[in-house]
C-alpha cells in the first residue's frame, strides 16, 4: 500500500514578532548566588542584555538563535533568544516569545522571563532538600531488575535496511501511544524472577579511563530532574533504564525503553525515582529522595520506533526515532520548574547523566557523569537527527539526557538523550532535539492529564461510517484540525455501528494551536483503553478540547484512491479554511487543486495564509489578484507555493485560511491519478468543547 498522502515532515519559523500589548511577569530577579549548586560549575546568572533592543534586531544584524521550549512554574513557555556579536561577545537583542502567546518581550519581561527559567530546579517542597529526613533506603536486587542492555551502532546494509529507512529516510517522527487504565499503588520496584545477563552488567573495557563520576547531591539541579525509570514488559522482565523530568507530568526516556516487540510491544507498568543515590558505591542500597511515580497514564514513543524495536543494533538513521515520553496521572511535586529543552544546539561539549549498571567493576544504583565533545564522525550524524559524544555508557544509561551547559550564563538545557554506546570506547549517541522533532518534543512537553470519559459515552459531535481495521482493502484516517489559539487534545469513543454498543475510547496526544494531524484507525483500535471485537464499521463520537473540525478519510489499496467520507450530525459552515492540502510533495499520485469561487456582484482581490499542517505555523501568503463577480478559479497547490516563495522541505500537508472572509467559497479537489478519479476533500465536521 503506498501510504506517501500520510506523512509530513514540520519545518518550523524563524523568530516571530508582534506588538500586542504589554505581558508583565512579577517576580523580583534572584540574586546569582541563588542559582550556585556546584563548586566545579559557575553559578547560573543572566545573559549580558546590554544590547538588547528588539526593535533593531533584523537576520543581518542576528548572530544567532536559540528555540527553546521549558515549563516554569507549572506552565508552559516557548520563545527564541537572538543573540548580536559586540566584538567576540555574543549578547542577548531580542526574547521572541511564542507560547503563551507570539510577541517580543520587553527588556524587563526579558530578564523576569529568565529568572524564572534559571530558577529551574529549584524545590517546591524545601525539607527535601534535606537528604536525610527524607530519603528511603529502597535495598535494590540487581539479579530481579535488570539493565536495560545497551544498543549498538551497526552500518547500515541493503539486506538490514529497516521499514522506517526504506520508507522515506526524513519521514518525521509521528507518536504512537499506549493508554494506561490504571497505575499500581504499589512503592516497591518494578521486580522479574528472570536472572540478569551478564552482558547487561559489564563494566565498560574502554580503551582509556571509564571516568563517569557519582552524583550524590541529587536535590540540587539538574539532578533532580534525573530518574532512576524501571519498567516491566507483557511478556515478562523488568529493565531499568535513565528518564529526565521535562514537566510536573511527562518524563523523556529512550524509546527502546518502553517499546520492545520481542518483549510483546509497550510495556505494562513502570515506576520512576527522581533523583535517586547510591551514599557508598557498590553496597546494592539506593536512595529515594522524593520518593517514586508509578500512575502512568500514557506512554508515547514513535510510530517508526515501533515497527522497529526489539533488536540489539541499530544503522544510525533509525536512532533518530528513538524517544519516548511517560506520562503520569499524577504531577511531580518537588518542583514546578523544569530544565528547559534547546533544540537544534551545535555546541560540541555535553554532560551525560545517567543510571548505568556497573561502574568500575562495582553494582551501581546511584547517578553518575561523564563530560565529553562530539566525535570526529557526529558531523555526518547530524543530518540523520543524531548526534554522537565522547562519553562511556553501559547498560542502565540508556534514555539518559544529553545536558549542554552555556559558559556565558551556567545555565544548564536538554539537548538530546542517549540511545547507543560502546563498550570499549567513549562513544555514545542518540537523538538530536531539533527543528525536525521539535513539534512531538514539545507537544509531550506540554501534555496533561485530561478528564476520563466513560467508554459507555457517546456524548459529543457523531460521526458516521469510519471502516475498522478487519475491512483488509481499505484503511479509514481520522484527520483533527485545531482551529483555536492553544494545544489540545480529541477524545474519540468508538462504537458498533450496527448496535450503537460503544466499545472504548481513544485519547489522542497533544495537538498543537492551527495545526492538524491525521490518525489511522489501526492506531486508534490499537491504542484505545480498553481491548474490544472489532465490528466491520464504527460510528464514532468525537470531544475535543478546542474548536476546529475532524474529517473521515478513506484510503483503498485496491485501485489507490483517496475518498473524503465526512458524514456527521453537524454540517460544516467554515468556507474560508480547506485542512490537509497536499503540498506538492504528493504531486506524484494525488496532486490538490483549490478552487477559489467569489459568488458577490462585485470584484475581490482575497489573500490566503498557507499554514504547515503539522506545526501550525504560517509558511507563506498567496495572493490570487482581482477575482471578477461571479466568477471562480481554480489553481494548483504547486503554482500557489511558488507565487507564496514556498518550499516544502519536508511538509506533505497545507492548512489553507482566507486572510479575510469574502462572499463566496473555498474548495479543495484531489486527483486520484492512477484512478483516473477527482475527489471533493472539503467537507468537514465542525468540533467545539
Not at 547500515?156 to 529516510?169: L, N, V
Not at 513502570?270 to 500512575?295: E, F, I, L
Not at 474560508?576 to 458577490?600: F, K, R
Not at 507555493?641 to 511538509?651: F, M, Q, S
Request: glycine share 6%; hydrophobic share 35%.
Amino acid at each position: 500500500m503506498n501510504t506517501s498522502f500520510v506523512r509530513r515532515r514540520g519545518e518550523f519559523a524563524r523568530p516571530r514578532c508582534s506588538g500586542a500589548a504589554s505581558f508583565v511577569i512579577a517576580i523580583a530577579l534572584i540574586p546569582t548566588a541563588a542559582f550556585a549548586e556546584n563548586a566545579d560549575k559557575p553559578a547560573r546568572h543572566l545573559p549580558n542584555m546590554s544590547s538588547y533592543n528588539c526593535a533593531a534586531t533584523s537576520p543581518t544584524t542576528t548572530a544567532s538563535v536559540r528555540h527553546i521550549g521549558q515549563v516554569i512554574k507549572g506552565h508552559y513557555s516557548e520563545w527564541y533568544e537572538s543573540f548580536a556579536l559586540n566584538g567576540t561577545e555574543q549578547r542577548l537583542a531580542c526574547i521572541s516569545l511564542i507560547q503563551p502567546t507570539s510577541r517580543q518581550l520587553s527588556a524587563d519581561e526579558a530578564k523576569a522571563l529568565l529568572t524564572d527559567s534559571y530558577a529551574v530546579g529549584t524545590p517546591t517542597n524545601t525539607a527535601a532538600m534535606t537528604r536525610g529526613a527524607t530519603a528511603a533506603a529502597t535495598g535494590a536486587t540487581p539479579d530481579k531488575v535488570q539493565a536495560e542492555p545497551l544498543k549498538h551502532l551497526r552500518e547500515p546494509t541493503a539486506s538490514s535496511a529497516t521499514t522506517a529507512t526504506q520508507s522515506d529516510a526524513a519521514f518525521a517522527p509521528l507518536p504512537a501511544s499506549k493508554t494506561f487504565q490504571s497505575a499500581s499503588s504499589s512503592n516497591a520496584k518494578s521486580t522479574d524472577t528472570t536472572a540478569a545477563p551478564a552482558s547487561s552488567y559489564e563494566a565498560p573495557a574502554t580503551a582509556g579511563v571509564d571516568d563517569r563520576a557519582p552524583v550524590t547531591a541529587t536535590q540540587t539541579y539538574p539532578w533532580n530532574t534525573v530518574a532512576y525509570f524501571t519498567a516491566t514488559y507483557p511478556q515478562g522482565g523488568s529493565y531499568r533504564c535513565t528518564a529526565t523530568l521535562v514537566s510536573p507530568y511527562v518524563v523523556l526516556t529512550a524509546g527502546h525503553c518502553v517499546h520492545n516487540n520481542t518483549r510483546g510491544g509497550y510495556i505494562a507498568s513502570g515506576r520512576v525515582y527522581p533523583g535517586q543515590y547510591q551514599a557508598n558505591a557498590g553496597d546494592g542500597t539506593a536512595y529515594d529522595p522524593y520518593a517514586s511515580k508509578a500512575d502512568i497514564a500514557s506512554v508515547q514513543t514513535t510510530a517508526q520506533w515501533t515497527q522497529i524495536s526489539g533488536s540489539d543494533s541499530y544503522a544510525i538513521t533509525d536512532y533518530k526515532y528513538d524517544y519516548s515520553a511517560v506520562m503520569f496521572s499524577t504531577p511531580f511535586t518537588h518542583t514546578s520548574t523544569f530544565i528547559p529543552v534547546l533544540y537544534s544546539n551545535t555546541a560540541s561539549t555535553v554532560t551525560s547523566a545517567g543510571y548505568p549498571a556497573v561502574v568500575h567493576g562495582a553494582n551501581a544504583y546511584g547517578l553518575y557523569t561523564d563530560t565529553g565533545s562530539e566525535t570526529s564522525r557526529s558531523a555526518g550524524y547530524r543530518s540523520s537527527h543524531v548526534r554522537e559524544f565522547g562519553v562511556d555508557a553501559t547498560g542502565g544509561n540508556s534514555g539518559g539526557p544529553f545536558i549542554y551547559t552555556d559558559p556565558a550564563t551556567g545555565q544548564d538545557y536538554l539537548v538530546g538523550s542517549l540511545s547507543y554506546g560502546d563498550e570499549t570506547s567513549d562513544q555514545s549517541g542518540g537523538p538530536w532535539y531539533d527543528s525536525w522533532n521539535q513539534a512531538l518534543i514539545s507537544s509531550w512537553v506540554t501534555w496533561t492529564p485530561v478528564k476520563e470519559t466513560s467508554a459507555a459515552s457517546t456524548d459529543g459531535l457523531r460521526v458516521a461510517s469510519v471502516f475498522s481495521s478487519t475491512q483488509s482493502d481499505m484503511l479509514s484516517f481520522l484527520r483533527f484540525y485545531n482551529d483555536s489559539a492553544a494545544a489540545g487534545t480529541v477524545d474519540v469513543t468508538l462504537a458498533n455501528s450496527a448496535t450503537g454498543t460503544p466499545l472504548a475510547t481513544w485519547h489522542s496526544p497533544s495537538l498543537p494551536a492551527h495545526s492538524s494531524r491525521q490518525f489511522s484507525i489501526t492506531e486508534l483500535e490499537s491504542n484505545a483503553d480498553t481491548s474490544f471485537t472489532k465490528p466491520a464499521v464504527y460510528s464514532l463520537s468525537v470531544r475535543p478540547t478546542f474548536a476546529g473540525n475532524v474529517q473521515n478519510v478513506l484510503w483503498r489499496n485496491v485501485n489507490a484512491t483517496l475518498n473524503n467520507l465526512s458524514a456527521c450530525d453537524t454540517h460544516n459552515t467554515d468556507a474560508m479554511t480547506l485542512v490537509d492540502v497536499h503540498s506538492s510533495l504528493l504531486s506524484n499520485g494525488y496532486p490538490s487543486s483549490v478552487i477559489i469561487y467569489n459568488t458577490a456582484s462585485s470584484a475581490v482581490s482575497p489573500t490566503f495564509g498557507i499554514f504547515n499542517a503539522e506545526t501550525g505555523d504560517r509558511l507563506g501568503t498567496y495572493a490570487p489578484g482581482q477575482l471578477a463577480a461571479n466568477s471562480q478559479m481554480s489553481v494548483a497547490v504547486a503554482a500557489m507555493e511558488t507565487a507564496a516563495g514556498i518550499t516544502p522541505n519536508g511538509v506533505y500537508h497545507y492548512n489553507i485560511k482566507a486572510d479575510a472572509s469574502f462572499q463566496g467559497f473555498i474548495q479543495h479537489l484531489l486527483n486520484n491519478q492512477s484512478a483516473r478519479l477527482i475527489a471533493d476533500m472539503t467537507e468537514t465536521c465542525p468540533m467545539t468543547p
